[in-house]
């Protein structure tokens, strides 16, 4: 990633009064944005990172004299050591670091080499939860004389829970600031064109290299409770939108791609129709061979490598189903490369 120079750190000095303490200056930061991983896979580190995660207003809407009592006395009990054995079936060992942070570690530095002509920009990469810390960076950020930082949040489809919390812990770490940088958020990128065939190249890819022509592809997208979508929340409309340009991008019939929706999470009704669900149905049906992409996701993580190349494959393969395929996301391909360059060049129009 760009790194300042020690010459920056006395740009300008001959133009201020004697004794003026060095201003580092003139640089843009350009912050990649994503969910976030827990630190490791036992029951403290697991545990705050779901409580975290789980306490943050835009994720859960309840009221909170509901739903502290069942996060801290019921939530927080259970989930930590289940979900800990799950984050360790896709742990990156040698890291010792979740899949996330790992490829988008690599999607900032594959920024930082396109963008390497521009010596005033820095790349740098952040997580909502956990480290490192959206806060950390845009510190670091401003220290390095980033008098202007985009911020990209790496997710296709805008949601409350996703997006707008994601740029809500920015504002949040500005407002702690005296000299605040001045700031852009980067825009959902659900329907542009070049997210669009880099799927459509993703996945005509992958299938070309399997030794079987699935029947049905299903497009795989993290779920929300339904009432979200009832109070405005525009994510199923971007998604289904995806999906209907993504159909047109492949050529194929209506039937081969389904939109399905995963990771539920409690007892109320979220957006259908649900991935496991479908999966089993599909499987029940008749159909042996299947492959699921995850146009939702820009990085691979616990969602993708173990819920549906882990859980649903089993839940496929259980009910009849033969063959079985999990497409990757984009992650840091040259395809899914030129997704996040072409977005962050055109969002810096005008600072470059």
């Not at 920024?111 to 806060?135: F, G, K």
Request: aromatic share 10%; with cysteine; charged share 20%.
């Amino acid at each position: 990633m760009n790194q300042i120079s020690p010459t920056d750190t006395i740009a300008g000095a001959k133009h201020r009064p004697s004794g003026h303490p060095a201003v580092i200056s003139g640089k843009i930061g350009v912050l990649l944005l994503n969910l976030g991983t827990p630190d490791g896979t036992g029951y403290w580190p697991m545990r705050r990172y779901l409580k975290q995660f789980l306490s943050d207003r835009r994720v859960i809407e309840l009221p909170r004299i509901l739903w502290w009592p069942i996060l801290n006395l019921v939530i927080l009990s259970i989930r930590p050591g289940r979900k800990g054995r799950d984050y360790a079936a896709i742990w990156n060992n040698e890291c010792d670091e979740g899949p996330l942070k790992t490829i988008t570690r690599d999607q900032a530095e594959g920024l930082a080499d396109a963008m390497s002509a521009h010596s005033n920009v820095i790349v740098d990469w952040a997580m909502r939860y956990a480290n490192p810390s959206t806060e950390s960076r845009i510190k670091a950020l401003h220290a390095l004389g980033c008098e202007r930082i985009l911020l990209v949040p790496l997710y296709p489809q805008y949601a409350a829970a996703t997006t707008a919390t994601a740029n809500d812990e920015a504002f949040r770490a500005l407002m702690k600031l005296r000299w605040q940088p001045a700031l852009r958020t980067a825009p959902a990128y659900a329907d542009d064109p070049v997210y669009i065939d880099a799927l459509a190249q993703s996945i005509r890819t992958h299938l070309a290299g399997l030794a079987y022509e699935p029947e049905v592809v299903l497009a795989s997208y993290h779920g929300m409770p339904q009432r979200y979508l009832e109070r405005g929340d525009p994510y199923y409309c971007q998604c289904m939108k995806t999906s209907r340009l993504l159909l047109d991008a492949l050529g194929w019939r209506k039937e081969r791609l389904l939109t399905t929706f995963q990771s539920r999470f409690g007892n109320d009704a979220w957006l259908q129709p649900y991935t496991d669900k479908t999966v089993i149905a599909l499987a029940k049906a008749g159909t042996k061979r299947i492959a699921v992409a995850a146009p939702g996701f820009s990085a691979d993580c616990l969602e993708t490598l173990e819920e549906l190349d882990v859980e649903n494959r089993g839940y496929f393969l259980d009910n009849g189903g033969t063959d079985f395929s999990y497409i990757p996301a984009l992650n840091a391909s040259t395809p899914g490369m030129t997704v996040i360059e072409t977005l962050v060049r055109r969002e810096l129009a005008g600072w470059l």
